[in-house]
T-cell receptor, first 117, second 110 residues
Framework: NAGVTQTPKFRVLKTGQSMTLLCAQD?????MYWYRQDPGMGLRLIHY???????AKGEVPDGYNVSRLKKQNFLLGLESAAPSQTSVYFC????????????????FGPGTRLTVT | EDQVTQSPEALRLQEGESSSLNCSYT??????LFWYRQDPGKGPEFLFT???AGEEKEKERLKATLTKKESFLHITAPKPEDSATYLC???????????FGQGTTLQVKP
């Protein structure tokens, strides 16, 4: 199993350009998440999905859109990149908890380092 | 406001010198506390989940404990390969969303 994979690993954008980050998981996980990690800020949730065809906003959703058309894929889009979106982006996935108390542990991808100039 | 605070921010140990990392939280209705290890340039790697006060989990030189307000990650006789950033996260909702602390960066010198 490859686990959680992310494409691309690195990217440099100019302000105003758009791009899509792809996350794929082969563990048949129901839940998927997108985080950003910035120095001194920790990991912050951007958007998440609790199943195919569903998405919801996290802590810092502004400037990002997501889609979950297939269970194994979760896409993160930046329509008009800004320097404030320079960050490392992590995708994660998990099973839902059997008891209904939320997902089980999350498994993370290797990250995408994005620089917006 | 729901918060997760980790201390210290950085910790330097000599090989074999045991210590503890702290994670305190102010989340109502805790539905799980998670510990992760993150190596430079990589994604977080899952270590433990704790659900209720008094619970303990162990893995090699690491032991995680949980009280009603905080969790400790005890590192016994650490080795240089234990050097990493350790992240704590709490879940408070049924959607699986986590709040992460800022992490403790551990350096173990030989």
């Amino acid at each position: 199993n490859a686990g959680v994979t992310q494409t691309p690993k690195f990217r440099v954008l100019k302000t105003g350009q758009s791009m899509t980050l792809l996350c794929a998981q082969d563990m048949n996980h129901e839940y998927m998440y997108w985080y950003r990690q910035d120095p001194g800020m920790g990991l912050r949730l951007i958007h998440y999905s609790v199943g195919e065809g569903t998405t919801a906003k996290g802590e810092v959703p502004d400037g990002y859109n997501v889609s979950r058309l297939k269970k194994q894929n979760f896409l993160l889009g930046l329509e008009s990149a800004a320097p404030s979106q320079t960050s490392v982006y992590f995708c994660a996935s998990s099973y839902p908890s059997v008891s209904g108390t939320g997902g089980k542990e999350q498994y993370f991808g290797p990250g995408t380092r994005l620089t917006v100039t | 406001e729901d918060q997760v605070t980790q201390s210290p921010e950085a910790l330097r140990l000599q090989e074999g010198e045991s210590s503890s990392l702290n994670c305190s939280y102010t989340v109502s209705g805790l539905r799980g506390l998670f510990w992760y290890r993150q190596d430079p340039g990589k994604g977080p790697e899952f270590l433990f989940t704790l659900y209720s006060a008094g619970e303990e989990k162990e893995k090699e030189r690491l032991k995680a404990t949980l009280t009603k307000k905080e969790s400790f990650l005890h590192i016994t006789a650490p080795k240089p390969e234990d050097s990493a950033t350790y992240l704590c996260a709490v879940r408070w909702s049924n959607t699986g969303k986590l709040i992460f602390g800022q992490g403790t960066t551990l350096q173990v010198k030989p």
